[in-house]
Structure formats: structure tokens, C-alpha cells
């Protein structure tokens, strides 16, 4: 009697260790999926921040893997320039000048470089 509880008991407790699992299992797949769109996102954000553009100086696109960032100087007024860094889908202005763009162009290559020693592949 008492060998027949135990298996019983055993059993039971089989039965719930791999239902839990599953569940785990489930909620990670859900993550991935709620994860990959905003990936998606924030590559074609990067594509879109790249584009040639009249007033661009210089562009470069660095990647790591799936991670992708990039480094843009464009023109501002008449003499002037702007650093726009875009990473994650999101674009922000690092660095500007009003007399020139050589400025610009060192803190682009300042930034191009950091990614490099990060392990990033510039173009």
C-alpha cells in the first residue's frame, strides 16, 4: 500500500514539473515576438536616418550584429554643420557648429571610432 502512495505521489509530482515548463517555455516566446518588431523598428529608423540628403556631408553606418547605429553631419545654414547619432530608433543631435564642418567631422570620427573599438563594422 504504502509503495503504491509513493508512485502515485511521484507521479504527481512529474505531471506538474513539466507543466510549468511549458508555460515558461510559452512567456519566453511571447518576449521574443514582442521584441523582434521593435528591432525591425529601430533598423528601419537608422535606414531612414541614413538616406543621402542635399545637405549631408557625411554619413556612416556602423553594426554589430542585429545592434545598428548611425553617424550623420549635415549642413546647417549657411556655414554650419549638426552631428545627428541615431541608435536604437532614435535620433539626436551630439554636436553642431556654426563656422565650418570640420568640427562636425571629428566628433563623427570620435563617435566611429568608440563603436570600432566596441567591436562595431563602419562603413
Known sequence: MKAILIILTLGMLAVSCSSGDKKVTE???QAVKA????KTKAEAAVADAMKPTEGNIMKTECKLGKDVRGISV???GANGCAVNYTKNG??????RSSVGKTYC???ANRISTNLKNAGFSCE
Open 74 to 76: 549635415d549642413k546647417n
Open 27 to 29: 512567456a519566453t516566446d
Open 35 to 38: 521584441v523582434e518588431p521593435v
Open 90 to 95: 532614435e535620433t539626436k543631435q551630439v554636436g
Open 105 to 107: 567631422e571629428e566628433i
